[in-house]
C-alpha cells in the first residue's frame, strides 16, 4: 500500500505529464497550419459529364465519414483551440480548413473574414476602410476593385474563402457592427454587394455574403427573435441577398445567430430552403456564422444548413450516425448536402489561375494607394462654412486635439479586424502635410485643459478629433444569455464591443468641442466612427465637420488631403441623420424580441414628414456641381420596356470633382401602403473644371413590384409614378417628372 507522500509525488508526477501534454496540445493547435491549395490535386470531370452529376459521383465514393467531413470544419478541440489561441492570444486570425478529401482529390477551403481586407495573417495585409466608408463613396466601380485587390491578397494568403461582404441593412445607427455593411438602403446595398461578389469571385475566392437574415443587432444576436411582416421581410430586409445570388453568383451564404420568427436562422426552413434553395434557386452552401450558428443537428440538416463553421460540433459523425439509425434523418438529404458543397469547390478550384498570387501581393504598394483613394472619396463634408479647403501657408499653426487622433484605430477588434502596422494616423497625415509646406502641427489630447486651451487659441486652424474605438462599438464577442448584466449607459465603455449606448459623441468630446470652439473661429471636427452621430448639442458653435469613417491604413493622409485641398471630397451620406434619437425605430441592445417594421432611415422620415438633419445621400463639395435638368426618353412604358433617363449635370466652377446623380421613384398613386419614393439608381460622375456632362441612368420596371403578401407574389403596379433626380433624398435636392407604367398591347 502506497503511503502518503508517495501518493502526493505520484499525482506531482501525473499533474506535471498532463500539463506538459496540454501545453504541447495547445502549441500544436497554435501552429500556423497552412496548406497550399495551389498544388493540392483536384478531381475533374469526365468528359461529357457535368459538375454536378460528377459531384454525386464523387458522393457516392464517400463513406459517412467523409460525408461529414464535407460538412464541418475543424476536429473540435483542436478547432477551437487553433481559433481562440491565434485569434484572442496573438492577435490574428487563423487558416482555419473544411473538407479536404485527398483520396476522392477534393480540396477544402479555407476562410479568410473580413470586410476591410483579408484578416488571414492580416498583420501584413492591406487595410482598407470600413465598409460604411466605402458605401459613402457611393462608387461601385470603385469597390470592385477594392474586391479584387482584397481576392488577391486573400490568395496570396492561401485562402480561397472569404465572408464577404457584411450586407446586413443599418437599420438604427447604435447597431455595433453598422461600420462592416454598407447603409440603411436595400438598393445601394446590394448594389456594392454585387460589385465585390462578382469581382472577388473573379479571382476563384468563394463569396459567402453575410449574415442570412435581419441581423441588425448586435448585443443580443445569439438569441433575440426577430419578427417582420411578409412585405417587410420581402421588400426591405431580403432584396440585396437576393441580388448577390441570383445575379452575383455568390458560391456561398452564412446564416445569421439571431432567431427569425421563433426558429434559428442556421436552422430556419423558411429562411434557407422555402426562400432561399425553392425560390432564388440558390446552389450554393449555406455555412453557419462560427462557433455558435448551429443549435439542432437535425433542424439544421432538414433546413438545408450545409456547413457547421469553425468545428465540428452539432454535426459530428455520432450524432449523424444516431440521426440515421433512428429514421430522423435520411442519408439522401446528407448527400445532396455534401454534393452542393463538392460542387462549389470543384467549380472554383478547376478554373485557370490568370496570375500568379504570391507573397508580394500582400499589401502590395497599389493597394495601399487604393486603399487611400478610398478614403478619399468616402468622406463626407456635411458643413463648411467658408473654412474648407484651408489654405495652408509657410509657418500656418495647424493644432490637432483629441484622444484618438494618433491612435492607429481602423475599426473594431472583431472579426473583420486585420494588425498591420502600417498605419498612418489622422495626425501623422496632417502633420506631414504641414510639413511639406513649411507649416506648424502640434497635437495635444484634451485632459490637458489647459496645453489644449493654449494650442487653440494660438492656431490658425483647430482640428478637433473625435469619435469612437473598439471598446465603443463594434461585434460583440461575448455571448451572452440575455441574463448578463449591461455596461453601465453613463460609462460608455466596453471591452468587448457592442452596440452603442447613445448616438451622441462622448461627453469628453462635446465638452472639449463646445469649450475649445468659443478660443478659435477656425474649428473644424472631423469624426471617426461606423455610423451616424447626433450633433444638435454643438453643431451651431463650428463652421465645418468631415465624416472620416474608420478610413484605413492612410486615413491620415487622406484626411490632410482632403483639409488642405489637395482632393475635394465626394463622399454622400449613405443612412439619414436624423434631428433626435426618437425619430429613429426603437433600438433596445437587450431585446429578446423585436419587429422590423417596414419603414426606417428615409422612407421612415418621408413617411412621417420628418426634417432630417442631414438626409440620405447629402455631402459637401468644393465645386459646385448641379443637376440643370433631366428627360425621359419615354414617359410611356409596359412591363417590357425600361425607364431610360438623360440627366445633365454641369460644373459651374474651376474646381474639378465628382457628384453622386441619385434616382428616386415614387409612389403616391399606390393603392397599397408604400414609400413616399425609394432609391433605384444611382451613378458618381467626374467633372473637370467648367465641364458639362449627360448621365444615363436605366430603371426596369420589376424593381418597381411589391409583394403582395395576400396573393404571395411581386406585383407591378399599372399607374403613373414620380421620379425624382438630384443629389440627396431631400425633395430641395431633386428635380421631378413623372412617367405611366401600361398594361402590354
Same mark, same amino acid.
Given at each position: 500500500?502506497?503511503?502518503?507522500?508517495?501518493?502526493?509525488?505520484?499525482?506531482?508526477?501525473?499533474?506535471?505529464?498532463?500539463?506538459?501534454?496540454?501545453?504541447?496540445?495547445?502549441?500544436? *493547435?497554435?501552429?500556423?497550419?497552412?496548406?497550399?491549395?495551389?498544388?493540392?490535386?483536384?478531381?475533374?470531370?469526365?468528359?461529357?459529364?457535368?459538375?454536378?452529376?460528377?459531384?454525386? &459521383?464523387?458522393?457516392?465514393?464517400?463513406?459517412?465519414?467523409?460525408?461529414?467531413?464535407?460538412m464541418t470544419g475543424e476536429s473540435?478541440?483542436?478547432?477551437?483551440?487553433?481559433? %481562440?489561441?491565434?485569434?484572442?492570444?496573438?492577435?490574428?486570425?487563423?487558416?482555419?480548413?473544411?473538407?479536404?478529401?485527398?483520396?476522392?482529390? @477534393?480540396?477544402?477551403?479555407?476562410?479568410?473574414?473580413?470586410?476591410? !481586407?483579408?484578416?488571414?495573417? !492580416?498583420?501584413?495585409?492591406? @487595410?482598407?476602410?470600413?465598409?460604411?466608408?466605402?458605401?459613402?463613396?457611393?462608387?461601385?466601380?470603385?469597390?470592385?476593385?477594392? =474586391?479584387?485587390?482584397?481576392?488577391?491578397?486573400?490568395?496570396?494568403?492561401?485562402?480561397?474563402?472569404?465572408?464577404?461582404?457584411?450586407?446586413?441593412?443599418?437599420?438604427?445607427?447604435?447597431? +455595433?457592427?453598422?461600420?462592416?455593411?454598407? +447603409?440603411? /438602403?436595400?438598393?445601394?446595398?446590394?448594389?456594392?454587394?454585387?460589385?465585390?461578389?462578382?469581382?472577388?469571385?473573379?479571382?476563384?475566392?468563394?463569396?459567402?455574403?453575410?449574415?442570412f437574415a435581419l441581423n441588425s443587432?448586435?448585443?443580443?444576436?445569439?438569441?433575440? /427573435?426577430?419578427?417582420?411582416?411578409?412585405?417587410?421581410?420581402?421588400?426591405?430586409?431580403?432584396?440585396?441577398?437576393?441580388?448577390?445570388?441570383?445575379?452575383?453568383?455568390?458560391?456561398? @451564404?452564412?446564416? =445569421?445567430?439571431?432567431?427569425?420568427?421563433?426558429?434559428?436562422?442556421?436552422?430556419?426552413?423558411?429562411?434557407?430552403?422555402?426562400?432561399?434553395?425553392?425560390?432564388?434557386?440558390?446552389?450554393?452552401?449555406?455555412?453557419?456564422?462560427?462557433?455558435?450558428?448551429?443549435?439542432?443537428?437535425?433542424?439544421?440538416?432538414?433546413?438545408?444548413?450545409?456547413?457547421?463553421?469553425?468545428?465540428?460540433?452539432?454535426?459530428?459523425?455520432?450524432?449523424?450516425?444516431?440521426?440515421?439509425?433512428?429514421?430522423?434523418?435520411?442519408?439522401?438529404?446528407?448527400?445532396?448536402?455534401?454534393?452542393?458543397?463538392?460542387?462549389?469547390?470543384?467549380?472554383?478550384?478547376?478554373?485557370?489561375?490568370?496570375?500568379?498570387?504570391?507573397?508580394?501581393?500582400?499589401?502590395?504598394? $497599389?493597394h495601399i494607394e487604393l486603399a487611400?483613394?478610398? =478614403?478619399?472619396?468616402?468622406?463626407?463634408?456635411?458643413?463648411?462654412?467658408?473654412?474648407?479647403?484651408?489654405?495652408?501657408?509657410?509657418?500656418?499653426?495647424?493644432?490637432?486635439?483629441?484622444?484618438?487622433?494618433?491612435?492607429?484605430?481602423?475599426?473594431?477588434?472583431?472579426?473583420?479586424?486585420?494588425?498591420?502596422?502600417?498605419?498612418?494616423?489622422?495626425?501623422?497625415?496632417?502633420?506631414?502635410?504641414?510639413?511639406? $509646406? +513649411?507649416?506648424?502641427?502640434?497635437?495635444?489630447?484634451?485632459?490637458?485643459?489647459?496645453?489644449?486651451?493654449?494650442?487653440?487659441?494660438?492656431?490658425?486652424?483647430?482640428?478637433?478629433?473625435?469619435?469612437?474605438?473598439?471598446?465603443?462599438?463594434?461585434?460583440?464577442?461575448?455571448?451572452?444569455? !440575455?441574463?448578463?448584466?449591461?455596461?453601465?449607459?453613463?460609462?460608455?465603455?466596453?471591452?468587448? %464591443?457592442?452596440?452603442?449606448?447613445?448616438?451622441?459623441?462622448?461627453?469628453?468630446?462635446?465638452?472639449?468641442?463646445?469649450?475649445?470652439?468659443?478660443?478659435?473661429?477656425?474649428?473644424?471636427?472631423?469624426?471617426?466612427?461606423?455610423?451616424?452621430?447626433?450633433?444638435?448639442?454643438?453643431?451651431?458653435?463650428?463652421?465645418?465637420?468631415?465624416?472620416?469613417?474608420?478610413?484605413?491604413?492612410?486615413? %491620415?493622409?487622406?484626411?490632410?488631403?482632403?483639409?488642405?485641398?489637395?482632393?475635394?471630397?465626394?463622399?454622400?451620406?449613405?443612412?439619414?441623420?436624423?434631428?433626435?434619437?426618437?425619430?429613429?425605430?426603437?433600438?433596445?441592445?437587450?431585446?429578446?424580441?423585436?419587429?422590423?417594421?417596414?419603414?426606417?432611415?428615409?422612407?421612415?422620415?418621408?413617411?412621417?414628414?420628418? $426634417?432630417?438633419?442631414?438626409?440620405?445621400?447629402?455631402?459637401?463639395?468644393?465645386?459646385?456641381?448641379?443637376?440643370?435638368?433631366?428627360?425621359?426618353?419615354?414617359?410611356?412604358?409596359?412591363?417590357?420596356?425600361?425607364?431610360?433617363?438623360?440627366?445633365?449635370?454641369?460644373?459651374?466652377?474651376?474646381?474639378?470633382?465628382?457628384?453622386?446623380?441619385?434616382?428616386?421613384?415614387?409612389?403616391?398613386?399606390?393603392?397599397?401602403?408604400?414609400?413616399?419614393?425609394?432609391?433605384?439608381?444611382?451613378?458618381?460622375?467626374?467633372?473637370?473644371?467648367?465641364?458639362?456632362?449627360?448621365?444615363?441612368?436605366?430603371?426596369?420596371?420589376?424593381?418597381?413590384?411589391?409583394?403582395?403578401?395576400?396573393?404571395?407574389?411581386?406585383? &407591378?403596379?399599372?399607374?403613373?409614378?414620380?421620379?425624382?433626380?438630384?443629389?440627396? *433624398?431631400?425633395?430641395?435636392?431633386?428635380?421631378?417628372?413623372?412617367?405611366?407604367?401600361?398594361?402590354?398591347?
Amino acid at each position: 500500500m502506497l503511503r502518503g507522500r508517495q501518493i502526493r509525488r505520484h499525482f506531482s508526477f501525473f499533474l506535471l505529464c498532463l500539463n506538459s501534454c496540454i501545453m504541447l496540445f495547445i502549441l500544436q *493547435s497554435c501552429l500556423y497550419t497552412k496548406l497550399n491549395l495551389n498544388k493540392y490535386s483536384t478531381a475533374s470531370a469526365p468528359q461529357g459529364i457535368t459538375i454536378d452529376s460528377f459531384s454525386f &459521383i464523387l458522393v457516392d465514393k464517400m463513406s459517412l465519414r467523409e460525408k461529414v467531413q464535407q460538412m464541418t470544419g475543424e476536429s473540435y478541440l483542436p478547432g477551437l483551440l487553433k481559433l %481562440g489561441t491565434n485569434f484572442v492570444l496573438l492577435k490574428r486570425f487563423p487558416h482555419i480548413y473544411s473538407g479536404a478529401n485527398k483520396r476522392l482529390a @477534393i480540396p477544402p477551403f479555407c476562410f479568410s473574414d473580413g470586410p476591410r !481586407g483579408a484578416a488571414v495573417e !492580416g498583420h501584413q495585409n492591406t @487595410i482598407f476602410p470600413v465598409a460604411m466608408a466605402r458605401g459613402a463613396s457611393w462608387n461601385t466601380a470603385l469597390e470592385a476593385t477594392v =474586391a479584387t485587390a482584397m481576392a488577391k491578397e486573400i490568395r496570396a494568403s492561401g485562402c480561397n474563402y472569404t465572408g464577404n461582404p457584411c450586407i446586413n441593412l443599418l437599420r438604427h445607427p447604435a447597431w +455595433g457592427r453598422a461600420q462592416e455593411t454598407y +447603409g440603411e /438602403d436595400p438598393w445601394l446595398l446590394a448594389a456594392f454587394g454585387l460589385h465585390f461578389v462578382r469581382s472577388v469571385q473573379q479571382h476563384q475566392v468563394m463569396s459567402c455574403p453575410k449574415h442570412f437574415a435581419l441581423n441588425s443587432i448586435e448585443n443580443s444576436r445569439f438569441y433575440v /427573435d426577430i419578427r417582420s411582416s411578409e412585405r417587410s421581410l420581402r421588400e426591405v430586409y431580403l432584396p440585396h441577398f437576393k441580388k448577390v445570388i441570383q445575379e452575383g453568383k455568390a458560391a456561398s @451564404i452564412m446564416s =445569421a445567430y439571431n432567431q427569425f420568427r421563433g426558429e434559428y436562422c442556421g436552422q430556419n426552413a423558411y429562411l434557407l430552403h422555402q426562400i432561399l434553395r425553392k425560390e432564388w434557386h440558390f446552389d450554393g452552401f449555406v455555412s453557419t456564422d462560427w462557433v455558435w450558428g448551429l443549435h439542432n443537428s437535425k433542424k439544421g440538416i432538414e433546413a438545408g444548413l450545409d456547413v457547421e463553421m469553425p468545428v465540428k460540433n452539432k454535426y459530428r459523425l455520432a450524432t449523424i450516425k444516431k440521426l440515421l439509425k433512428q429514421s430522423l434523418i435520411n442519408i439522401n438529404r446528407i448527400d445532396t448536402m455534401v454534393a452542393r458543397i463538392v460542387k462549389k469547390k470543384l467549380q472554383f478550384s478547376v478554373l485557370q489561375d490568370t496570375m500568379i498570387y504570391n507573397k508580394a501581393l500582400k499589401g502590395h504598394p $497599389k493597394h495601399i494607394e487604393l486603399a487611400q483613394r478610398v =478614403a478619399e472619396e468616402s468622406m463626407v463634408l456635411l458643413k463648411n462654412n467658408n473654412l474648407l479647403p484651408f489654405d495652408l501657408q509657410k509657418n500656418t499653426k495647424v493644432a490637432v486635439i483629441g484622444s484618438l487622433a494618433n491612435q492607429k484605430i481602423t475599426g473594431d477588434h472583431g472579426s473583420s479586424s486585420l494588425r498591420n502596422p502600417d498605419i498612418i494616423t489622422a495626425f501623422e497625415g496632417i502633420q506631414s502635410f504641414c510639413q511639406k $509646406k +513649411g507649416a506648424i502641427c502640434t497635437m495635444s489630447t484634451f485632459k490637458n485643459k489647459k496645453k489644449a486651451q493654449k494650442l487653440a487659441t494660438d492656431c490658425d486652424l483647430l482640428v478637433l478629433y473625435v469619435g469612437f474605438k473598439p471598446s465603443d462599438e463594434g461585434e460583440y464577442l461575448l455571448k451572452s444569455t !440575455g441574463a448578463n448584466k449591461e455596461r453601465s449607459a453613463t460609462k460608455q465603455n466596453q471591452s468587448v %464591443g457592442g452596440d452603442r449606448l447613445s448616438l451622441q459623441l462622448k461627453d469628453q468630446d462635446i465638452d472639449m468641442i463646445r469649450s475649445l470652439s468659443l478660443l478659435q473661429k477656425n474649428t473644424l471636427v472631423v469624426y471617426a466612427g461606423g455610423s451616424a452621430i447626433l450633433m444638435n448639442n454643438w453643431e451651431a458653435s463650428v463652421p465645418a465637420i468631415l465624416f472620416s469613417w474608420y478610413s484605413g491604413m492612410r486615413g %491620415g493622409n487622406a484626411l490632410a488631403n482632403i483639409i488642405f485641398g489637395a482632393v475635394n471630397p465626394s463622399g454622400k451620406l449613405p443612412f439619414t441623420i436624423m434631428q433626435k434619437e426618437a425619430d429613429y425605430p426603437s433600438f433596445d441592445s437587450r431585446s429578446k424580441r423585436v419587429e422590423y417594421g417596414y419603414y426606417h432611415g428615409y422612407t421612415l422620415a418621408d413617411k412621417k414628414q420628418l $426634417k432630417p438633419a442631414y438626409p440620405f445621400g447629402f455631402g459637401l463639395h468644393y465645386s459646385e456641381i448641379v443637376f440643370d435638368s433631366f428627360r425621359i426618353e419615354s414617359s410611356t412604358i409596359n412591363l417590357q420596356d425600361s425607364l431610360n433617363i438623360n440627366v445633365f449635370v454641369r460644373n459651374k466652377t474651376a474646381v474639378s470633382g465628382a457628384q453622386v446623380c441619385q434616382a428616386y421613384v415614387g409612389f403616391k398613386h399606390s393603392t397599397v401602403d408604400r414609400p413616399i419614393k425609394l432609391l433605384r439608381a444611382f451613378k458618381k460622375v467626374k467633372l473637370a473644371a467648367f465641364e458639362q456632362k449627360k448621365i444615363h441612368l436605366t430603371i426596369h420596371p420589376k424593381d418597381l413590384a411589391y409583394y403582395n403578401d395576400v396573393n404571395k407574389k411581386w406585383e &407591378i403596379e399599372r399607374m403613373s409614378y414620380e421620379l425624382y433626380i438630384g443629389h440627396s *433624398s431631400a425633395f430641395e435636392d431633386l428635380l421631378q417628372d413623372s412617367f405611366q407604367i401600361i398594361c402590354p398591347k
